[in-house]
């Protein structure tokens, strides 16, 4: 990396720029770092340059995922640096008692659903567990119901408020049929079904939706992307047109390129940029942090930044996002998109760049 001099950087960021990072095929691939990615973030600690990373994964606690990435890429990753698909989704602990909570690996997802304060959390397991033949396919073995189902959850006494997709399914099947079980209940009672004869607009569901990503596809190890979220997203819909004689399933989604996950992160961002003007040494050690949580689609008021660039694999998620929030952005190869794409891109990031670290030295260079 010595083409690039950090000394021909001045400190201090005079510039006030930020950068936004994706992690799934900039930084991370198939659970393998990318080899330029710790480069990356030591650089620009040592630049006192802030940056967050937005993810459209999740599944666990920031805690949890911000520990795994530090060990991962060799550097030290506060949990408020990080917003993933449900992070936002804290803003909403009020409106909402009960949740199902689904997506994500083991009971994982109901530990991140606790910890932003949601009172009551059920999982797809915990309703499996208690009674099996409502998806008499599915793969959980009797250990893993066990284990991640809750037994002492009583789930047909009282309704659910809401459902929140944290992450992708892993036991689609029935994870599709309690999620359409409760669109289509009475009034959020499990076990129970709706007169359809009755209602006026069938396109609401008996409680609301929140899908956290909306990727069709994603990168992992495997050649070709992967169905994400997106993909689990079209399934349920489709299927609650067709029981519902409708063409269309109220609901709400947010992640990239979502303009209420941008603003999200960028208030996270000036709350994280405050606090490392006031210590530094924030960004190389442990420390226990608040989150300025703003409210869902609040607006950042007095952004310092004078441009702030989103690095991403995915065109459709992170370069649109970042395109129709007025930020500027690097498309990396190193996931999503590959150069064959190139004639198909019909988003244009303000650079494409081999790699993160090709990235940010183009970036800082332009801005010197
Ligand atoms: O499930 C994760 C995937 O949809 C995208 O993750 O980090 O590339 O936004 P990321
Ligand atoms: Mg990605």
């Not at 994500?104 to 932003?116: F, L, M, T």
């Amino acid at each position: 990396y010595s083409r690039f001099h950090t000394s021909a950087i001045r400190r201090n960021n005079p510039n006030e720029i930020a950068f936004v990072f994706d992690i799934d095929g900039v930084l991370i691939r198939g659970g393998q770092p990318i080899p330029q990615a710790k480069p990356t973030l030591e650089l620009l600690k040592s630049l006192q340059v802030p940056f967050m990373l937005l993810t459209n994964g999740g599944g666990v606690t920031e805690h949890q995922r911000t520990q795994y990435l530090s060990k991962n890429l060799g550097t030290y990753l506060n949990p408020i640096q990080i917003v993933q698909s449900h992070t936002p989704f804290k803003t909403l602990t009020n409106a909402y008692r009960r949740v199902l909570v689904v997506g994500g690996p083991e009971d994982k997802a109901r530990h991140a659903a606790i910890s932003y304060g949601f009172q009551e959390v059920v999982i797809p397991a915990d309703i499996v567990r208690a009674d099996p033949s409502i998806w008499p396919f599915h793969k959980y073995t009797a250990e893993q119901l066990d284990q991640w189902g809750d037994k002492s959850v009583n789930v047909a006494d009282k309704p659910f408020d809401a459902i929140f997709v944290f992450n992708d399914p892993r036991d689609m099947g029935s994870d599709l049929q309690i999620i359409l079980d409760l669109l289509n209940s009475e009034n959020g009672y499990l076990g129970t079904k709706r007169n359809l004869e009755k209602l006026e607009d069938r396109s609401k569901p008996a409680i609301p939706i929140y899908f956290s990503n909306n990727d069709l596809l994603w990168a992992n190890e495997y050649k070709l992307s992967r169905l994400g979220q997106g993909a689990f997203r079209i399934c349920v819909e489709r299927l609650y047109q067709e029981l519902n004689e409708v063409d269309k399933l109220e609901d709400t989604i947010i992640g990239k390129p979502n303009v209420l996950t941008y603003d999200y992160v960028h208030n996270a961002l000036i709350d994280w940029r405050l606090k490392i003007l006031a210590n530094n040494d924030l960004v190389y050690h442990p420390q226990e942090l608040t989150q300025v949580v703003p409210q869902l689609g609040e607006k950042p008021q007095n952004s310092p930044f004078k441009k702030v660039y989103m690095i991403g694999d995915n065109p459709a998620s992170d370069i649109q996002g970042a395109n129709n929030y007025g930020w500027e952005s690097c498309l990396v190869k190193t996931g999503v998109y590959q150069d064959s794409d190139f004639h198909n891109l019909t988003v244009k990031p303000t650079h494409i760049v081999d790699n993160v670290y090709e990235a940010i030295t183009t970036v800082l260079k332009t801005n010197q």
